[in-house]
């Protein structure tokens, strides 16, 4: 095996030691997003929530997650008159529009329940029912996760949320419709922020802390709890949960089992980086190096001077001339398509003018020049270049190259 070859396969394993290393001592930062998301197992994921529900509700009911909006959910529920079902949505922000609130209401009124679990409600469904919501009032009551606390129906135990920064309540319920089946305590005020809201043959609940319902605190002491008494309100016997993320996370890629493993991505991504580095190696070359082939120089040049030298010194300047009107005739005809066997007609000459935009007076000049002087035979080096130089200026006025 060649040297540059086990270079790059030490190079590899110094680099996987590297990382094994690093790795091993680095201590991972706690992730506190509020994702909410049923597959998460980080503090504000709902894994947790999703597993126990089964549990807490009983095995006798079935449970099914949905990844279509509202809307088309219910709608769906709608066409097949599937009332029989509890839809539960834990969000940060439950921001329903005229035709979701329109639709939650249809199905509730047809006997179907929703439990909304969200920090913000929006006020197109709020005010359908008659109900505000806002955040506790700072100047009043001065909340903080340590002097605000939260409690069920009657009982008069005390839940404590660490980590709660906002505290929404009930400020208006319709007391036709609104049931209070839940408190936020501060200041020895109990303000509702969990309520049932019975509409036709279904009813709707609001509860103001999802926080609640998230891996961190139905973990902690009494989450559980307040918890499985919060969902004992649910009377139907299908539970469908919301799930936002319902597709997110599912790769397409054939190597998804690879890349969302934390340990198979890495060591998936070293392969890529080891057959790199092996490809690095072998792409230097190791055959002899190709002979350039340079292309043949452009010898014109040389060429016209050779054969100008030639005539020079041959004494002739009347040839050379009439070589150098013959050339200039020619370039005339294959550029304006136009026939020089008379350089004096009028047509000609016309025509020449307009296609060359040289003023037909200055045309009519030169090719009567010309025309003399394809009848002399005799003639000296200062002719020819009196008559290259006057060739050479037309040239130039018509951009003729």
């Known amino acids: 095996m060649k040297k540059s070859i086990w270079i790059g396969l030490l190079l590899v394993l110094t680099v996987a030691i590297g990382i094994a290393l690093i790795d091993a001592g680095a201590k991972r930062p706690i992730n506190w997003s509020k994702t909410y998301n049923f597959k998460d197992k980080i503090p504000y994921g709902l894994f947790v929530f999703r597993n126990e529900v089964p549990r807490i509700l009983g095995s006798d009911r079935v449970y099914e997650d949905f990844g279509e909006t509202l809307y088309e959910l219910v709608d769906r529920l709608d066409s097949i008159r599937d009332y029989d079902a509890v839809l539960v949505d834990v969000y940060q922000y439950a921001g329903y529009d005229d035709l979701d609130a329109k639709k939650i209401l249809d199905y509730a009124d047809s006997g179907g329940e929703i439990f909304v679990a969200s920090t913000y409600i929006g006020d197109e469904l709020l005010d359908t029912l008659g109900i505000k919501a806002e955040a506790l009032q700072y100047k009043l009551f001065v909340p903080t996760d340590k002097n605000v606390s939260y409690s069920l129906g009657q009982d008069t135990s005390r839940l404590y949320l660490d980590r709660v920064s906002d505290f929404n309540v009930f400020s208006k319920l319709n007391a036709k419709t609104c049931t209070i089946l839940g408190q ?166 016309r025509q020449l003018s307009l296609k060359s935009t040289v003023s037909l007076e200055e045309t009519r000049t030169l090719f009567s020049f010309l025309h003399g002087c394809r009848a002399r035979n005799s003639f000296s080096i200062e002719d020819v270049k009196d008559i290259n130089r006057k060739i050479e200026e037309f040239k130039s006025k018509a951009n003729l190259i």
């Open 184 to 349: 936020l305590h501060s200041r020895g005020r109990a303000i509702p922020n969990f309520i049932r809201v019975s509409h036709g043959k279904g009813a709707i609940y609001l509860h103001l802390v999802p926080e609640v319902f998230t891996n961190y605190h139905l973990l902690q002491e009494g989450g559980y709890e307040y918890v499985s008494r919060a969902l004992g309100v649910i009377k139907n016997k299908k539970v469908l949960f919301s799930d936002y993320y319902f597709n997110s996370g599912q790769s397409a890629t054939p190597l998804r089992v690879i890349l969302t493993s934390p340990g198979f991505s890495q060591a998936w991504y070293l392969l890529l980086f080891g057959l790199f580095v092996l490809l690095l190696f072998k792409s230097k070359r190791e055959q002899r190096a190709v002979k350039i082939v340079r292309p043949e120089a452009n010898l014109s040049k040389e060429f016209a001077k050779t054969i100008g030298t030639l005539y020079y010194e041959n004494g002739d300047p009347g040839n050379i001339v009439h070589k150098k009107i013959d050339y200039f005739l020619y370039a005339i005809r294959h550029n304006y398509h136009l026939e020089t066997l008379d350089l004096l007609d009028d047509k000609f000459l």
